[in-house]
């Protein structure tokens, strides 16, 4: 890009979903961030925009809060917002009908177009910089885009929790046959997963880390 965005093209681009890149503006609005490489619009319908990795950049730069350190329990989903949240699991009067299902179907192509962008080759089976960055809301993203249960108040469905443990995320299921169909998707989306059993409870859950190879 040969100067930087406008103020109004800064705004749409702030605005832009935290876990998608996706954007809303106008058409003019939108062409333009395309024609100066930092969106790019999805080949497929409905023909969304989203960040490119200049984009992403640009918007990182631009923002003046930093990202909060992840907390042990979610936050509430915020669709009434307009901004889209992956479920991680522990959320309450979270929406689950057609809306809901369009959205994170939505989501997910974003993210596989991102891989596609910023991989080698153009390859969509390993995780991207983003979600190496993002790493509970990346494996819930793809938890519930394979069609699996978040857990709500009660304990049935998956929770996904961050860990001490550099590039790993835990996913915790109560039901073992859930869980290794959580084993399973997040394996299928390029995750590296091994089950472990807590001591002290001997529960079994998961650990899984974005697949580098």
Known sequence: MTRPPTAAQRRVI???DPVTGRLR???????????HGLAFRHPR??????????????????????????APAPAPARESSGVFTARVGGEE???TGPA???????????LLEL?????TGGAVDRPCAW??????????????????????????????RATPQPEAVAVREPDATALREC????????????????????????????RRS
């Open 14 to 16: 702030d605005a832009a």
């Open 25 to 35: 503006g106008t058409e003019s609005q939108l062409a333009a961030l395309v024609r």
């Open 45 to 70: 319908p409905p023909h969304d925009h989203f960040l490119t990795p200049a984009g992403h950049r640009t918007r990182e730069g631009t923002t003046a809060a930093p990202a909060p350190a992840p």
């Open 93 to 95: 009067a979270a929406e």
């Open 100 to 110: 809901r299902v369009r959205e994170v179907h939505s989501a997910w192509q974003g």
């Open 115 to 119: 891989r596609r962008m910023t991989g």
């Open 131 to 160: 979600e190496r960055t993002h790493l509970v809301q990346a494996a819930a993203l793809a938890l519930e885009a394979a069609g699996l249960r978040p857990a709500g108040a009660g304990p049935e469905g998956y929770r996904v």
């Open 183 to 210: 084993a399973a998707t997040l394996e299928k989306a390029g995750w590296q997963v091994s089950e472990h059993t807590e001591p002290r409870t001997g529960a079994r859950y998961l650990l899984a880390s974005p």
